[in-house]
């Protein structure tokens, strides 16, 4: 949730998309893509207004446009994020899912069932990046959307993004009958675990609101207490969940200014919840994976 000059956020949206064009041959996607049309002429509008009439000015423009500055910020940030994971994934495997998660419309309200597929995957690409983080070697899929091995196990990654608190009761026992099967038929053996990654975006913040906070641990805390509530709203939901899998991520990106600054951020949370069915010990490899996406975000 540090504050990041504008100026930073353009010319880091800028490599990325260098790297899509050059790096993964998308200049054709890049170059129709939401980010390319929407969040770039936005962030550098906001750069513009800094330079022209300081930020006074860019406060204004910000006020014109909230939704889509909102949107511009958080995906920028995002994809940006996902550079190092890229940089280290071979390019026919990292290819077609960041072609997918270019797809899209500019702002996430306007998705149907069809077009929310790019958010979808983007979703899918920030968790494996979080998750490479943290130390561990992600495996895109199609059935699982990920794979880890972590703590002796390989951990099976169901990725969810719904719109509604109906929905996210849907998803999470849609991502559970997924992962049932996908752990009795994976080829890793009787230790391989199910984990369902869902994003909580949508239900926190529809993408018309801008998180204000004074300091970075007052808007983490606000974030962390937020998905905390949601947890606690769906634990009947996360407990039916098959024997075998043992957990949740719950993820959160938003918006956010600094009111003592009055400076602009993007701030993310991720929660991980551990089931333990039989013993204390069946959640471990869940624990390592909170405990190491602590040290890797620098919340010890």
């Given at each position: 949730m540090k504050p990041r000059p504008f100026e930073a956020m353009l010319s880091d949206l800028d490599n990325a998309l260098?790297?899509?064009?050059?790096?993964l041959k998308l200049e054709d996607p890049v170059a129709r893509s939401r980010f390319t049309r929407h969040h770039r002429p936005l962030i550098e509008r906001l750069c513009i207004s800094i330079r022209t009439g300081g930020s006074a000015e860019a406060r204004a423009i910000f006020?014109?446009?909230?939704?889509?500055?909102?949107?511009?910020?958080?995906?920028?940030?995002?994809?940006?994020?996902?550079?190092?994971?890229?940089?280290?994934?071979?390019?026919?495997?990292?290819?077609?899912?960041?072609?997918?998660?270019?797809?899209g419309p500019p702002i996430p309200t306007d998705e149907d069932q069809n077009s929310s597929k790019g958010r979808n995957a983007l979703f899918e690409l920030v968790m494996a990046a979080k998750l490479k983080q943290a130390g561990y070697e992600p495996i895109l899929g199609k059935h699982p959307d990920l794979a880890i091995d972590a703590d002796g196990r390989r951990l099976l990654i169901e990725c969810k993004r719904p719109?509604?608190?109906?929905?996210?009761?849907?998803?999470?026992?849609?991502?559970?009958?997924?992962l049932a099967g996908q752990v009795r038929s994976w080829r890793s053996g009787a230790g391989t675990r199910g984990v369902v990654a869902v994003s909580l975006t949508k239900l926190i913040?529809?993408?018309?609101?801008?998180?204000t906070y004074t300091g970075v641990d007052d808007g983490r805390r606000f974030l962390g207490d937020a998905l905390e509530r949601l947890q606690k709203e769906?634990?009947?939901?996360?407990?039916?969940?098959?024997?075998?899998?043992?957990?949740?991520?719950?993820?959160?990106?938003?918006?956010?200014?600094?009111?003592?600054?009055?400076?602009?951020?993007?701030?993310?949370?991720?929660?991980?919840q551990g089931i333990n069915r039989t013993s204390q010990n069946d959640s471990a490899p869940l624990g390592r994976v909170h405990d190491r996406l602590r040290i890797a975000f620098g919340l010890t």
């Open positions: 260098s790297f899509c064009r050059g790096t006020a014109s446009d909230p939704v889509g500055f909102s949107i511009a910020f958080t995906e920028a940030e995002e994809i940006v994020e996902l550079l190092p994971f890229l940089r280290s994934t071979e390019t026919k495997i990292v290819r077609p899912r960041v072609e997918r998660a270019l797809l719109a509604s608190e109906g929905a996210v009761r849907k998803r999470i026992k849609e991502a559970g009958t997924q913040n529809p993408g018309d609101k801008v998180l769906f634990e009947s939901t996360v407990r039916a969940l098959p024997p075998k899998v043992i957990g949740v991520l719950w993820h959160v990106i938003t918006p956010a200014l600094d009111k003592t600054s009055g400076t602009f951020a993007v701030g993310q949370f991720t929660l991980v």
